[in-house]
Structures are given as C-alpha cells and as structure tokens.
C-alpha cells in the first residue's frame, strides 16, 4: 500500500530555531504539494514541484520559508528562523501527472509548535 | 479564479440519520472537484471526485455526491450515518496545475 510518508510527525521549537520538514512521494509520483493546516485559514496551498521544479511558490513566506526537491524521493519544507505564527500542520501530498482531475495522496502531517 | 464555499462548519446527526454536507463552488472553467475526509490527527482521504464522466459520483464509505451545474454545488450525502463517519469533510475545487483550493471543512459529529 504506497502512502506519502512526512518526518517528523511532531516538532515543538522554539522561536529563531530552523525547522526541516520532510515528505516522500509515493513512488513514481511526479508532482508534491506542500499545504499548510490552521484553525483561522484552514487549508492553503504553500508550493508545489513537478518534476522537481517549484512551478508554485506564491503561497510561502518569501523571507523565511524555502522549499526543494533535492531528488525524485524527497522534498523539503525549511523554515527559518521560526515564529510562533507558524505553528501549524503541514501537509505533504503527491500526485501523478499534475493535471487538474488527478487525486492528491496526503501525507500524515507533521504537528509544528513554535514557541 | 475557482473558489468552494461549504456551509456550515458544524453539522450534527444522529446515527442511521441521512448526513447531507453542502458546498458550492465558482468556477470561470469546468471545474474538478473532490471531497476528501480528515480523522482526527490524520492526512486527509479522498472520498470522491467529480472529473465530468457523471453527475452522480459514488465513493467510498457510502457516501456520494451530485454535481449541479445550476445550483453550482457539489453536495455530499450518505443515506445512514455511521459513528465512525464523525470526521472533518473537505470540499476542493482543483487549479491549474492541479493544485487544490479549499473550502473551510465541516466537521461532522454522529449522536448514538
């Protein structure tokens, strides 16, 4: 049963401090989406690789979020420094194709407290 | 640009009650739009999506929904409520590229 898996499930930090999120595709899966979950904005869309091309950034925080693909089984969130306002869940998702029928496959989240 | 709004943030049924989660969309295009259900502490699950093969789309758990073109909604029902449908249930319209927009969620609660 392939599954998106995200690493790690839980981080507390404290303000200043970087934080490294990660997320596996599902195998052969071409496209990874990075959302963002928050009680005020619910779901939004941060950016997402096709190909492991950034195609969408708009939705981060220019001045303190990064986000890459360094390889076909890997993608990154980075924040730095953090701020309490980034406490969230952030979800990972892939896709096969990138077309706008195509089903996203989401990850578990990983639970960020800053502090 | 496409939007989903779902109405009402809170909907609570009785078990074996019809659960009935409204949402409707804007769209300047044919829009692709899915529901997908989230656990507690959980990823969020595709339950269905509509692709324009049929109005009438079944997915998982009993549950399906009926694209109305007039009415602009995508509304999802199950006949029978079950407990373990107590969830939060996502409606989303996709984007180009394929990107999700969604709606608020509606988070449903099942009474023995």
Known sequence: DARVTQTPRHKVTEMGQEVTMRCQPILGHNTVFWYRQTMMQGLELLAYFRNRAPLDDSGMPKDRFSAEMPDATLATLKIQPSEPRDSAVYFCASGLGGQVKETQYFGPGTRLLVL | ?112
């Open chain 2, 1 to 112: 640009a496409q939007s989903v709004t779902q109405l009402g943030s809170h909907v609570s049924v009785s078990e074996g009650a019809l659960v009935l989660l409204r949402c409707n969309y804007s769209s300047s295009v044919p829009p692709y739009l899915f529901w997908y259900v989230q656990y507690p502490n959980q990823g969020l699950q595709l339950l269905l999506k509509y692709t324009s093969a049929a109005t009438l789309v079944k997915g998982i758990n009993g549950f399906e929904a009926e694209f109305k073109k007039s009415e602009t909604s995508f509304h999802l029902t199950k006949p029978s409520a079950h407990m373990s449908d107590a969830a939060e249930y996502f409606c989303a319209v996709s984007a180009t590229g394929g990107k999700l927009i969604f709606g608020q969620g509606t988070e449903l609660s099942v009474k023995p």
